[in-house]
């Protein structure tokens, strides 16, 4: 079946140092999204992004939908940016159907 | 701007009521899609609806249903609740098809 796999599952940073998401998946995608559900629930959309490079702030995400696989980078991490990143995206159909990895759950510590 | 506003936040029944949910969308969103989220299965997908019709429905049963009102307003039923039902239930709306999507703060329901 489709499916969407995220790695790593569990990061630990120090404030100020940079990290790599990456979320592969298994077949052409109408659209890819990257959010970041903080610890009280609260899912932030950070990018919708299903091909090419985006920047915003500190956060810059690439999709390379041809080899099906999307990063996400993050750059001089802080506390804030604490919590779990997720890839979902939609293969296709005219809904907004999307299939969500298991996500990325990031430490920031000081 | 209004975000998406999901009532109530929280919510605790016992197996065998049915409880409904509610999801006002950002003005403008047309779209409005229900989540699951649980430890076990992670993110998943309930329905959608867009323009008062549901075009798409995820795996779950049949005592999960949705309707969509004409001011885009979005509620979500869960009959006979199981324990297994207890999740945190994520709204999400968007303008159009393969548009951004932006999520509510979700309810949390307890089956007890």
């Known amino acids: 079946g489709i499916q969407v796999e995220q790695s790593p599952p569990d990061l630990i940073l120090q404030e100020g140092a940079n990290s790599t998401l990456r979320c592969n998946f298994s077949d052409s995608v109408n659209n890819l999204q990257w959010f970041h559900q903080n610890p009280w629930g609260q899912l932030i959309n950070l990018f919708y992004?299903?091909?090419g490079t985006k920047q915003n702030g500190r956060l810059s995400a690439t999709t390379v939908a041809t080899e099906r696989y999307s990063l996400l980078y993050i750059s001089s991490s802080q506390t804030t940016d604490s919590g779990v990143y997720f890839c979902?995206?939609?293969?296709?159909?005219?809904?907004?159907?999307?299939?969500f990895g298991t996500g990325t759950r990031l430490q920031v510590t000081l | 701007k209004a975000g998406v506003t999901q009532t109530p936040r929280y919510l605790i029944k016992t197996r065998g009521q049915q409880v409904t949910l509610s999801c006002s969308p950002i003005?403008?969103?047309?779209?409005v899609s229900w989540y699951q989220q649980t430890p076990g299965q992670g993110l998943q997908f309930l329905f959608e609806?867009?323009?008062?019709?549901?075009?798409n429905k995820g795996n779950f049963p049949g005592r999960f249903s949705g309707r969509q009102f004409s001011n885009s307003r979005s509620e979500m039923n869960v009959s006979t609740l199981e324990l297994g039902d207890s999740a945190l239930y994520l709204c999400a709306t968007a303008r159009g098809t393969n548009e951004k999507l932006f999520f509510g703060s979700g309810t949390q329901l307890s089956v007890l």
């Open positions: 979902a995206v939609e293969f296709g159909g005219t809904a907004s159907k999307l299939t």
């Open positions: 003005s403008g969103h047309r779209s």
């Open positions: 609806y867009f323009s008062e019709t549901q075009r």
């Open positions: 992004i299903p091909s």
